[in-house]
């Protein structure tokens, strides 16, 4: 069975990934006018709206689970959390817009794109990668600016395998 923090690290990245990815795609539509980067950038911003919400779900879930273990910095998955929860309500915004624009435009294929359509979608792929990298920031900090990672040897009384070197000869 997979844990939530496992199915969270899992299904993260399609949020970051796709809000890049349109806002990367609308800047080169900016550039080359063309309707199809203009649609494909409105698809990769509907795709990080579709995967928001699973993806603050499964953290939501995440949190209860881990239940602020010792090796986890006091505050750490508060500011993820609260810093992913102001992305996710900006990305459901920004994907159902994109969502209706695509729409829009494939219905109305000989229409150009309106300038408030084109503008709304490099506005809301600025706002949606920059809401959701620095998300993405703070949870990066849970685990690497873990304190275990300060130790200097592994704490005593650590189950076997646990990746924590043993004294015993035989291990190599």
Known sequence: ???????????????????VAGLAVALLALVFN????????????????????????????ADEALHDPWYIRHGAIDAHDNAATIAMYVI?????????????????????????????VVVGGLLATGTV???AYLGGKIIHESPVFELKQAPAGLPPDTGAESNDSTRR
């Open 133 to 135: 990298t620095y998300a």
């Open 1 to 19: 069975m997979i844990s939530w923090p496992y199915a969270h690290l899992v299904i993260n990245h399609f949020p970051v990934v796709l809000s």
């Open 34 to 61: 063309r309707r199809g980067l203009w649609q494909t950038a409105m698809g990769a911003l509907t795709g990080a709206g579709l995967f928001v919400f699973p993806v603050h779900f499964t953290g939501d879930q």
């Open 92 to 120: 459901l915004i920004i994907g159902a817009f994109a969502a209706y624009s695509w729409w829009r435009s494939v219905k109305r294929p000989a229409e150009s794109l309106p300038r408030w359509v084109r503008s709304a």
